[in-house]
């Protein structure tokens, strides 16, 4: 059973930082890497697959959200929240992981291709 260590997740996007500590569980075999942790907006589960330099964040929970990201491509993304729901796109624009830590960036889109908002999401290994 893997036990769940400190990791601090900090976000950032166009309106502010957003600063958290949670308890997160880390899985990796053969170049896919699992995240899976209880954030402030829900239970999230992020797997980068290495090869495909590509991401899935699926978080349930008042704030429900499945994205999929991979460099050099734009996916569709239904963004749900108390209240309001609507379809948008997103962009990766970049992703690294090393031992302990992990960052993406990404645009969220308008259909008509505007950026509304960039997202970056740094998570590191607290010591």
């Known amino acids: 059973m893997m036990i769940p260590e400190k990791w601090?997740?900090?976000?950032q996007d166009s309106y502010g930082k957003n600063?958290?500590?949670v308890d997160l569980k880390?899985?990796?075999?053969?170049?896919?890497?699992?995240?899976?942790?209880?954030?402030?907006?829900?239970?999230?589960?992020?797997?980068?697959?290495?090869?495909?330099?590509?991401?899935?964040l699926l978080r349930t929970g008042k704030n429900e959200l499945h994205l999929n990201l991979q460099l050099g491509n734009t996916?569709?993304?239904?963004?749900?929240?108390?209240?309001?729901?609507d379809i948008f796109f997103v962009k990766a624009l970049s992703c690294k992981?090393?031992?302990g830590?992990?960052?993406?960036?990404?645009?969220?889109?308008?259909?008509s291709g505007e950026r509304i908002n960039q997202i970056v999401i740094q998570?590191?290994?607290?010591k």
Do not use: T, W
Request: hydrophobic share 30%; net charge negative.
């Open 19 to 21: 600063l958290e500590f």
């Open 75 to 85: 996916f569709e993304m239904k963004y749900q929240a108390e209240g309001y729901q």
């Open 26 to 56: 880390e899985f990796q075999q053969d170049g896919v890497y699992s995240y899976c942790y209880k954030s402030r907006l829900g239970e999230c589960e992020l797997v980068f697959f290495e090869q495909e330099n590509r991401i899935s």
């Open 123 to 126: 998570m590191k290994r607290r």
């Open 8 to 11: 601090m997740i900090k976000s």
């Open 101 to 111: 830590s992990f960052e993406f960036s990404y645009d969220i889109l308008e259909k």
């Open 97 to 99: 992981r090393e031992e």
